[in-house]
């Protein structure tokens, strides 16, 4: 049983930062050969892309609109993701859910929330002054 689980949101003010953390309570081991990404869902808004990284964490793949800003990585010897938020803005407030899949996704289909299998109940970031 995968049990994702989102940890360090909050409320921030405008230009600051926040690192989000994801862990699966369960499957320990299994966890490093998961691609994960983090998506998030802003009210009366779909649920859209934010980051995704491979196994390996050789590869990397962002939203334009967090490109440059929001660092994904992953911790393998303690079974953990992370998202960095730097210089947020008032737009990145949204529920983000951290996702994983035990399958290989092709780059073309990585930002799609339908192929990950596995989520967590999501964490809330507020940007605001």
């Known amino acids: 049983q995968v049990q994702l689980v989102e940890s360090g949101g909050g409320l921030v003010q405008p230009g600051g930062s926040l690192r989000l953390s994801c862990s699966d309570a369960e499957s320990g081991r299994a966890f490093n050969s998961y691609t994960l990404g983090w998506f998030r869902q802003a009210p009366g808004k779909e649920r859209e892309f934010v980051a995704a990284?491979?196994?390996?964490?050789?590869?990397?793949y962002y939203a334009d609109s967090v490109r440059g800003r929001f660092t994904i990585s992953r911790d393998k010897p303690n079974y953990r993701v992370y998202l960095q938020m730097n210089n947020l803005k008032p737009e990145d407030t949204a529920v983000y859910y951290c996702?994983?899949?035990?399958?290989?996704?092709?780059?073309?289909?990585?930002?799609?929330?339908?192929?990950?299998?596995?989520w967590g109940q999501g964490t809330q970031v507020t940007v605001s002054s």
């Open positions: 990284i491979r196994p390996a964490g050789e590869n990397t």
């Open positions: 996702a994983g899949s035990g399958s290989r996704i092709i780059v073309s289909a990585i930002r799609m929330p339908q192929m990950y299998n596995y």
